[in-house]
């Protein structure tokens, strides 16, 4: 490193509808910053040309000050081990693709690629919440669950590269099938933003309480709207979020007895119900843990802003991943 020279990476975000990209510091400031539609280019190739040519255009501004140290990688399905983006159902190309090749042979820069999961995990260890920590495991509450399990300061990665999906992990034997993979009974299919609202619907269609949802067209049924007609008092909305907190909780003990974190750190769009979703959550953890186990894992929300959270995520793997600090 040039003497002098702060440094930078280059986080890539790459999402079934937008990839977002841009320069960071080793202290989480985002010094350039944008976005790109994923679908609009027919081979990965073509958006990485794209994005070399938007990066060319910036970094020189950078270069007094602050030297390039790799390319951070996110992308659903990314697998650490072979640097490919592996049969992921949400992308337009081909079912394997060589990202972190085509990312390193273009920009002439070391990279890593991990899932998007690992990434906002590794951004909370870089520059997040669990920044200090060594034992953490960092569950994303969104359309799905993912997760990514941080053991001695290192990603948990396995022998294929893609440990840790702690979504797909049975919590009710037989229970709901997912609608994608056809599991059954796994955590993603009750504890993400679709899991909550089949639970709602579910509810409304057994109970013979009234709720604000009957009002609603089930097609615009969303966790956003159950959420606000659980503040608003509708008790079956309430108990969606109850019976989720109950579950999540359950499975969160199951992976903090494999783990023994210091934390677990939740993130995402279902973390917006605040303490309707953390009260039960937390309760149903402590219940669920052996006495050695009790009170001794905090549980947090992420630090990341959301807004931001993806290219910080890409990004800290130039750091975890390719510095090992």
């Not at 273009?106 to 909370?124: K, V």
Request: proline share 4%.
């Amino acid at each position: 490193m040039e003497a002098g020279k702060k440094e930078i990476a280059f986080g890539i975000d790459i999402g079934g509808t937008n990839s977002k990209f841009g320069l960071v510091t080793r202290d989480g400031k985002i010094l350039s910053e944008s976005s790109v539609k994923t679908r609009h280019y027919a081979t990965p190739e073509d958006l990485i040309a794209d994005l070399y040519t938007k990066y060319i255009q910036v970094i020189p501004e950078y270069l007094d000050e602050y030297q390039i140290i790799g390319i951070g990688i996110g992308a659903p399905n990314g697998n650490y081990h072979t640097g490919c983006i592996e049969h992921a159902p949400n992308l337009p190309w081909a079912d394997i693709v060589p990202i972190r090749e085509i990312a390193s042979r273009m920009f002439g820069l070391p990279t890593a690629l991990t899932n998007d999961a690992n990434a906002a995990a590794s951004g909370e260890l870089i520059f997040g919440a669990a920044k200090n920590m060594k034992h953490v495991i960092v569950v994303t509450l969104g359309t799905g669950v993912g997760s990514g399990i941080i053991i001695d300061g290192k990603m948990l990665y396995g022998s294929t590269g893609v440990a840790g999906e702690l979504g797909h992990t049975v919590i009710r034997n037989h229970g709901r099938q997912h609608w994608t993979t056809g599991s059954k009974g796994v955590l993603e299919a009750y504890c993400s933003a679709t899991g909550i609202v089949l639970t709602a619907l579910e509810l409304a269609k057994s109970s013979k309480r009234s709720s604000s949802l009957q009002q609603i067209p089930e097609a615009d049924i969303n966790a956003k709207k159950i959420y606000e007609c659980a503040i608003a008092g509708d008790t079956l909305c309430q108990q969606a979020y109850q019976m989720t907190g109950q579950l999540l909780g359950e499975a969160l003990a199951n992976f903090a007895m494999f783990s023994s974190p210091e934390a677990i750190i939740l993130f995402g769009g279902v973390t917006q119900a605040g303490e309707l979703l953390m009260n039960p959550t937390r309760h149903s953890l402590e219940k669920n843990l052996l006495p050695v186990f009790r009170n001794t894992i905090k549980l947090m929300y992420s630090a990341l802003p959301q807004s931001d959270a993806a290219i910080l995520g890409a990004s800290s793997l130039a750091w975890h991943a390719l510095l090992g600090n």
